[in-house]
């Protein structure tokens, strides 16, 4: 089983930037995919950004892209997303997750299906 805990949100300005990390332990050797999503209050989960482990091939939900960046340092077991140009529209809920491989576990919408999920770590973003 694996344990995720997520640390590095926070509140700021509109324009700021965070660094968000996810510390895995437990049985990591069979994880596939690693993944941040969040959650607004009152609005869906939604895949925020996506990394394949070994190929390091990312995914970006358009509204982010060029503006978070996802990675993964192995020797830390920790994973990461950097965000800059914040807006308030990003102020949510993060949440880190990750999976083995599973069918549709690929993409921005496979997030549904992951078994491991962190507790979450909030950002806010102020005009």
């Known amino acids: 089983q694996v344990q995720l805990v997520e640390s590095g949100g926070g509140s700021v300005e509109a324009g700021g930037s965070l660094r968000l990390s996810c510390t895995t332990s437990?049985?990591?050797?069979?994880?596939?995919?690693m993944g941040w999503i969040r959650q607004a209050p009152e609005k869906k989960r939604e895949g925020v950004a996506l990394l394949y482990i070994g190929s390091e091939t990312t995914y970006y939900h358009d509204s982010v892209k060029g503006r978070f960046t996802i990675s993964h340092d192995s020797a830390k077991n920790t994973l990461y997303l950097r965000m800059h140009g914040l807006e308030p529209e990003d102020t949510a809920m993060y949440y880190c997750?990750?999976?083995?491989?599973?069918?549709?576990?690929?993409?921005?919408?496979?997030?549904?299906?992951?078994?491991?999920w962190g507790q979450g770590t909030q950002v806010t973003v102020s005009s």
């Open positions: 997750t990750t999976s083995p491989p599973i069918v549709g576990g690929g993409s921005l919408l496979g997030f549904q299906n992951y078994n491991a």
């Open positions: 437990g049985d990591t050797s069979e994880i596939r995919y």
